[in-house]
């Protein structure tokens, strides 16, 4: 990654290549959403559009040794660590000749020459990360790992134990929650107390917050982060705020109701409105607060599509400014790469069958 001074004198982010790694995971997802809508992948998919600044930032300052505990949104950070795209297209294909010999899907990632791991558990990056950072300690001495979550699993268990024991035993930690304000269709307002900085800060991290859309800003915290836990002063916790373009998974229910209002009136919103004149049941002032709750949560994920908080779009209007043209040919570059990684992928398939 290469970085040029500031006027401070202190290193700056390149944002030629920044974008050029956030471009290359949007249009690496895109394709992927394609191939799920065609029906060539099964079951849920998790998409990262909206987090690449997040990853980015981040994963670009990473060394060699560093290692990487991932969520069910691990493709944009395999992707930037060099994990290969068509064994990942594979691996999400249920391809014998996949990442992880088609067993994984996109949830279960694991490129060991990477030292990159994903869990579609809840909360697991936190403990998988204490341990990449312990082993790190003993054997790669300067090393870090990063654990990636979202705020969904600021409340589970194991990830606040891992927190602990990392401020306890002073590990080489990155704790980088992605806050999107949502645990799938729960608000966090409504079930996460209390400050979730002040909770790091509680258990003795350095706690940075940071918007996950502005990938400068992203680079800056996690240079501070890094250079802190390398350092050997303990683990540090990001809050990084971001959107998620897709809702929770590809098809997101709160997300198809006003994309797709027809099929949903079909599928969700009829069966509901039946249910509710239903005789019997719940009072109705009960019922009343349940659809106002619905509507609510409908209207509210409607943020998560708004384009002011896409960091793609933020960062290619700095880069437009200042060079249009070397703009549209690394844009084009990096999709001539990926459709040909695509076709590859889906020829193969082909004749698999």
């Not at 401020?167 to 929650?177: N, S």
């Not at 645990?183 to 940071?210: D, H, M, W, Y």
Request: hydrophobic letters at 45%; proline letters at 5%; charged letters at 20%.
């Amino acid at each position: 990654m290469n970085r040029s001074p500031d006027k401070a004198g202190q290193r700056s982010p390149d944002l030629w290549s920044l974008y050029e790694w956030m471009f290359k995971s949007r249009i690496f997802e895109e394709a992927v959403r394609q191939i799920w809508k065609d029906g060539k992948i099964s079951g849920e998919m998790h998409l990262g559009l909206g987090e690449e600044a997040i990853v980015a930032g981040i994963v670009s300052q990473l060394i060699e040794g560093d290692a990487l505990a991932l969520d069910h949104r691990g493709t944009p950070p395999m992707l930037m660590r060099g994990v290969d795209p068509l064994g990942l297209l594979r691996e999400f294909m249920g391809r014998p000749d996949g990442l992880c010999g088609g067993r994984g899907g996109h949830m279960h990632l694991f490129a060991p020459e990477r030292l990159a791991a994903s869990s579609g558990i809840v909360g697991a990056s936190g403990p998988a990360a204490a341990g990449f950072a312990l082993a790190g300690q003993m054997l790669r001495p300067g090393t870090v790992s990063v654990a990636f979550f979202g705020d969904g699993a600021i409340n589970a268990g194991m990830l606040l134990e891992s927190m602990n024991l990392a401020a306890v035993w002073k590990l080489p930690v990155i704790f980088v929650c992605k806050d999107n304000d949502w645990a799938i269709t729960t608000p966090a307002s409504t079930a996460v107390g209390g400050n979730v900085l002040a909770r790091a800060q509680a258990f003795g991290l350095k706690a940075i917050e940071v918007d996950g859309a502005e990938v400068g800003a992203v680079w800056s915290a996690a240079g501070e982060a890094l250079r802190h836990a390398r350092a050997g002063h303990g683990p540090v916790f990001i809050r990084a705020h971001c959107v998620h373009l897709e809702g929770h998974f590809l098809g997101d229910g709160l997300l198809d109701t006003f994309r797709r209002p027809v099929y949903s009136f079909r599928k969700r919103t009829w069966p509901m409105v039946r249910g509710f004149f239903r005789r019997g049941g719940a009072p109705w002032i009960e019922r009343i607060a349940s659809l106002r709750q619905i509507l609510g949560g409908v209207l509210a994920m409607q943020s998560q599509t708004a384009r002011q908080g896409d960091p793609l779009r933020r960062t290619r209007q700095v880069l437009a400014e200042k060079d249009a043209y070397r703009l549209a040919a690394l844009e084009s570059s990096v999709r001539l790469k990926i459709q040909e990684c695509v076709a590859i992928a889906l020829a193969s398939q082909g004749r698999a069958l």
